[in-house]
């Protein structure tokens, strides 16, 4: 299948999309999908409908669909919760494997919630854990004997940088940590091999490149070798060996089915059943190779057009994940002028203008012509607007 294959989202007219990395656009057929299941599935067969309609095996059937485009093998990966949860989930297993040590590795690249469910872990684990943060340049050579768990995410959100995992994974495994990679930014985006890394654990979400939608479940996978000796903190009925049997014990589901917690989002895992379906049709490798081109052009456009914006983003292409983003002072107003005009990226804090290249439904076109509508708002200071200052809620 060549890319990029537009029609098969529902993409609004006359829109740049380059927000992907945030939320994935609306895939043809998902309104469908969702549409038939409530009214055949849910309406007409109601609670019948978690035997009938496969929603009780939905989490590690969806599972194994993402499995595919992260190089895990079948029955490894299972959906549900947020991606927060996954990432304490992972993080309090891994660190029970570590009795002995107390310190967890992350960088000043993670994802905020990374960092504060782990803070909040050693809180109220009260064993005398750190949290250690280092800058992302800095984890190889951080990578200590005293550490217990290695925890990144691979693509840097805000800059794109992307971590080497299989050479980070040997270096902690050297040392002997665990290792746990968040793949928020790196599945569907950037192609990974759990098995050939290695690593014990990994997380991610699924509403950014999948494009399962706002509030798509997320996945986690555990190596198959190490998931039967789990102790889930999170200990739920739907992760029990046998829910239906309502014991008063807890007793873990053998493998990865014991990192499910609860009900499954049905409705929501429904629309990404569906979303997925386009990775049967996609080689990760033609992925790769198409995002870094548009991001490669992007990069240039901007910098020959933009003299006021500083690539933020590796200049390498091997050490860049999906995104491009840049530096500018006012890159809020920037940014909220850009959206005016139909181009949508996004703004994080404290001056970046981010843009996410999705090549399933993006192409030179796009790109030229965001850098060339981008460049028409640096040069007539079109930003600099009182409604293009005033801070929404969410950037
Ligand atoms: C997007 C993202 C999250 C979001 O977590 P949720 O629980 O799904 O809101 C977490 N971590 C990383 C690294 C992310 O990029």
């Given at each position: 299948?060549?890319?990029p294959?537009k029609?098969?989202?529902?993409?609004?007219?006359?829109?740049?999309?380059?927000?992907?990395?945030?939320?994935?656009?609306?895939?043809?057929?998902?309104?469908?999908?969702?549409?038939?299941?409530?009214?055949?599935?849910?309406?007409?067969?109601?609670?019948?409908?978690?035997?009938?309609?496969?929603?009780?095996?939905?989490?590690?059937?969806?599972?194994?669909?993402?499995?595919?485009?992260i190089?895990?093998?079948?029955?490894?990966?299972?959906?549900g919760?947020?991606?927060?949860?996954?990432?304490?989930?992972?993080?309090?297993?891994?660190?029970?494997?570590?009795?002995d040590?107390?310190?967890?590795?992350?960088?000043?690249?993670?994802?905020?919630?990374?960092?504060?469910?782990?803070?909040?872990?050693?809180?109220?684990?009260?064993?005398?854990h750190?949290?250690?943060?280092?800058?992302?340049?800095?984890?190889?050579?951080?990578?200590?004997?005293?550490?217990?768990?290695?925890?990144?995410?691979?693509?840097d959100?805000?800059?794109g940088?992307?971590h080497?995992?299989?050479?980070?994974?040997?270096k902690?495994?050297?040392?002997?940590?665990?290792m746990?990679w968040?793949?928020?930014?790196s599945?569907?985006?950037?192609?990974?091999?759990?098995?050939?890394?290695?690593a014990?654990?990994?997380?991610?979400?699924?509403?950014?490149?999948?494009?399962?939608?706002?509030?798509?479940?997320?996945?986690?996978?555990?190596?198959?070798?190490?998931?039967?000796?789990?102790?889930?903190a999170?200990?739920?009925?739907?992760?029990?060996?046998?829910?239906?049997?309502?014991?008063?014990?807890?007793r873990?589901?053998?493998?990865?089915?014991?990192?499910?917690?609860?009900?499954?989002?049905?409705l929501?895992?429904?629309?990404?059943?569906?979303?997925?379906?386009?990775?049967?049709?996609?080689?990760?490798?033609?992925?790769?190779?198409?995002s870094?081109?548009?991001?490669?052009?992007?990069?240039?456009?901007?910098?020959?057009?933009?003299p006021?914006?500083?690539?933020?983003?590796?200049r390498?292409?091997?050490?860049?994940?999906?995104?491009?983003?840049?530096?500018?002072?006012n890159?809020?107003?920037?940014?909220?002028?850009?959206?005016?005009?139909?181009v949508?990226?996004d703004?994080?804090?404290?001056?970046?203008?981010?843009?996410?290249?999705?090549?399933?439904?993006?192409?030179?076109?796009?790109?030229?012509?965001?850098?060339?509508?981008?460049?028409?708002?640096?040069?007539?200071?079109?930003?600099?607007?009182?409604?293009?200052?005033?801070?929404?809620?969410?950037?």
């Amino acid at each position: 299948m060549t890319l990029p294959m537009k029609d098969r989202f529902a993409l609004p007219e006359g829109m740049i999309y380059l927000d992907g990395n945030s939320l994935g656009p609306l895939p043809k057929g998902v309104s469908e999908r969702v549409g038939d299941m409530m009214r055949d599935e849910w309406g007409a067969h109601l609670i019948k409908g978690w035997n009938l309609d496969g929603w009780m095996a939905q989490p590690s059937r969806v599972g194994d669909m993402v499995g595919r485009i992260i190089g895990a093998p079948e029955g490894s990966v299972v959906m549900g919760d947020t991606l927060s949860l996954k990432v304490y989930q992972a993080l309090s297993a891994a660190l029970q494997m570590r009795p002995d040590r107390k310190v967890i590795l992350s960088d000043s690249g993670n994802f905020p919630t990374d960092l504060y469910i782990a803070e909040g872990l050693v809180r109220h684990l009260g064993h005398g854990h750190e949290l250690r943060v280092v800058a992302p340049e800095d984890v190889a050579d951080a990578i200590t004997d005293d550490i217990a768990v290695a925890m990144l995410t691979q693509v840097d959100y805000r800059t794109g940088r992307m971590h080497d995992m299989n050479a980070i994974t040997a270096k902690a495994h050297g040392a002997g940590a665990v290792m746990i990679w968040d793949l928020a930014h790196s599945a569907g985006a950037v192609p990974v091999d759990m098995t050939a890394s290695g690593a014990e654990f990994a997380v991610g979400c699924t509403y950014k490149y999948l494009n399962g939608g706002p509030g798509a479940p997320a996945f986690i996978y555990v190596r198959p070798d190490l998931a039967d000796r789990i102790d889930p903190a999170l200990a739920g009925w739907l992760g029990h060996e046998a829910p239906f049997a309502f014991d008063l014990e807890y007793r873990p589901a053998p493998g990865i089915e014991r990192m499910r917690v609860g009900t499954p989002p049905v409705l929501q895992m429904a629309a990404l059943e569906e979303a997925m379906k386009i990775w049967d049709e996609v080689d990760m490798a033609d992925v790769r190779a198409a995002s870094l081109r548009l991001s490669d052009l992007f990069i240039a456009e901007v910098e020959a057009s933009c003299p006021d914006l500083t690539l933020a983003s590796p200049r390498d292409r091997a050490l860049r994940g999906s995104q491009v983003s840049f530096h500018f002072e006012n890159g809020y107003a920037a940014m909220q002028a850009l959206i005016a005009r139909g181009v949508i990226g996004d703004f994080r804090a404290p001056d970046i203008m981010r843009f996410g290249f999705t090549p399933l439904y993006l192409d030179e076109d796009d790109v030229r012509g965001a850098a060339a509508i981008l460049a028409e708002i640096l040069r007539d200071r079109l930003w600099d607007r009182p409604e293009y200052h005033a801070r929404a809620r969410v950037t």
